[in-house]
Each structure stands twice: as structure tokens, then as C-alpha cells.
């Protein structure tokens, strides 16, 4: 059974940081895209970051471009998102994603094959 488990999340001051983290298990994950959505109350879910296993291919949605850094581990299986300058716009519930790669970053829901059961970010002002 695959499974992917968030890790990280919790409630920051405006201005900080947080470093999430997502295990993966139940297959190889060394052909896959692995990242992050999120979802605000009252809006849909949008794309953050992902980034294939080898790291040769990174994407970032404009909510965190210059703000966050995606990195894989060694083996393949774990995703990390480094969140810097946290605003209150950043308040989510962060959803771990993994499609397999076909030559392009998936960055809408309808291609991404796991999800995570997702973690609470809060960002106080």
C-alpha cells in the first residue's frame, strides 16, 4: 500500500519559517515527481512545488517562487519544502503529491496518482 506521510507543519509567527517533510513508502519512488499542493479555506487547491527524484527538474508555483525551496533525499522517497518569509497567505493545509514522470511536472490535481493526507500550516500576523 503507498503511502505518503506529511511532517513539519504547525503554526509559525509572519516573517518565519518552517521546513515540512514527506515520506513515501509502498513502491519505488525513483521514477516519480514528488510535491507539494496546498488548500486554503474556500479556495482550491493549488500547486506550490515539486521536483523529480534526481533533483534535475524543479518547479515552483508563483506563491513560492524566491520564498521556498523543494530537495529530495538521496534514495528518492522523501520530499522536503523549506518555507521561508512566511506570510499569512500562507496559511494551508500542505498536501504531499507524487505523479510518475513522463517528461513534464504535473501541476494540477487531476495528474497527481498519491496524495498525502495533508498538515496545518497556520502563519499568525
Known amino acids: 500500500q503507498v503511502r505518503l506521510v506529511e511532517s513539519g507543519g504547525g503554526l509559525v509567527q509572519a516573517g518565519g519559517s518552517l521546513r515540512l517533510s514527506c515520506a513515501a513508502s509502498?513502491?519505488?519512488?525513483?521514477?516519480?515527481?514528488m510535491g507539494w499542493f496546498r488548500q486554503a479555506p474556500g479556495k482550491e487547491r493549488e500547486f506550490v512545488a515539486a521536483?523529480?527524484?534526481?533533483?534535475?527538474?524543479?518547479d515552483y508555483g508563483d506563491s513560492a517562487k524566491r520564498r521556498f525551496l523543494i530537495s529530495r533525499d538521496s534514495v528518492g522517497n522523501t520530499v522536503y519544502l523549506q518555507m521561508n518569509d512566511l506570510n499569512s497567505e500562507d496559511t494551508a493545509v500542505y498536501y504531499c503529491?507524487?505523479?510518475?514522470?513522463?517528461?513534464?511536472?504535473?501541476?494540477?490535481?487531476?495528474?497527481?496518482?498519491?496524495w498525502g493526507q495533508g498538515i496545518q500550516v497556520t502563519v499568525s500576523s
Open positions: 509502498g513502491r519505488a519512488f525513483d521514477t516519480y515527481v
Open positions: 503529491a507524487a505523479h510518475r514522470f513522463r517528461g513534464d511536472i504535473v501541476t494540477g490535481r487531476e495528474g497527481i496518482e498519491y
Open positions: 521536483a523529480t527524484w534526481n533533483g534535475r527538474r524543479i
